[in-house]
DNA sequence: AAGCTAAATTGGAATTATTCTAATTCCTGA
DNA sequence: TCAGGAATTAGAATAATTCCAATTTAGCTT
């Protein structure tokens, strides 16, 4: 395995993919690895950049093929802000988004329980959510960048 | 005109265009018509055929263009969820927007003004929310479609 | 009312992110 | 070891949107 993943993460990470029948291969290792290894929120681009580094031979459609199938086993999530490519983030608590308009920088957000709960609350009656998601946009620390 | 506005939204249109030195022209008010004539959030697709039907020379750019030109004025916002086209909303109060994933159906959520008050106080010390956008998605109203 | 000029519209080509497809390669369990 | 399904691959295809260069139009100016 040309990529590290700390045996706690690649505990996770084999556990989940066993869990619905599928296999841990290198690729897949390979791209959670890249999106744990550097918390920027890369879009499928940088992924692949980050993994032919590793892993040279890596076609795009396979970066797109283990994103798709991380997503599915709950190992990362997708970040959708407006109609800007999208981004992946490893981080699976509640949180929100902020973008900063100047730097195109993406940072969490995080939510509180009590707010968490409230923004719930939102949902008619009737109604059924199961994902919901919180983006903000605007200028970001102004100098450090 | 080929398409009526209330003398209401009328004036609004055309004060809104004024305001930013660009022309009220018939395309423009078309589909500035569609969009608050049928409140579907309809997507670029959806307001090109309901443009056609009232000026059929208009062209896919237009509609476009036109639509960037109502965004840029204020009358209308865009939605976006996840990597679905966009949609268009006359709705400009602070709201949220419920999809369901069965029908993709989207439905307004009003958000009371305590708890947008603590959706921007999450914003952390140094940054300045100018946009936000909430969203959730799962299964809506079951028997009534 | 006619002419002028910048703004708006048009059709089609181009772009971009993503998905699809069919062929090849790789694992894994018998 | 070998069969068979799963995963990967390269490249074509798709879908939404944007760009471009040419034409038309709206709103002055006279």
Redesign the pocket.
């Given at each position: 395995m040309s990529y590290s993943l700390t045996s706690f993460s690649k505990d996770t990470f084999n556990t989940a993919?066993r869990e619905k029948?599928?296999?841990?291969?290198?690729?897949?290792a390979c791209v959670y690895g890249v999106i744990l290894g550097k918390r920027d929120h890369p879009?499928?681009?940088d992924i692949y950049d980050r993994v032919k580094r590793h892993?040279p031979?890596?076609?795009?459609?396979?970066?797109?093929?283990?994103?798709?199938?991380l997503v599915g086993c709950g190992l990362v999530k997708q970040v959708?802000m407006d109609?800007?490519?999208?981004r992946y983030c490893p981080n699976l608590t509640p949180h929100a988004h902020f973008r900063c308009t100047q730097s195109g920088k993406i940072y969490d957000v995080e939510i509180d329980n009590d707010t968490l709960s409230l923004i719930q609350a939102l949902v008619p009656e009737g109604f059924e959510a199961e994902n919901l998601d919180l983006s903000f946009s605007g200028t970001g620390k102004p100098s450090n960048n």
């Open positions: 993919l029948g599928l296999r841990p291969t290198k690729q897949r879009t499928a681009d892993l031979g890596t076609s795009f459609a396979t970066v797109y093929n283990c994103l798709e199938t959708n109609r800007s490519p999208t």
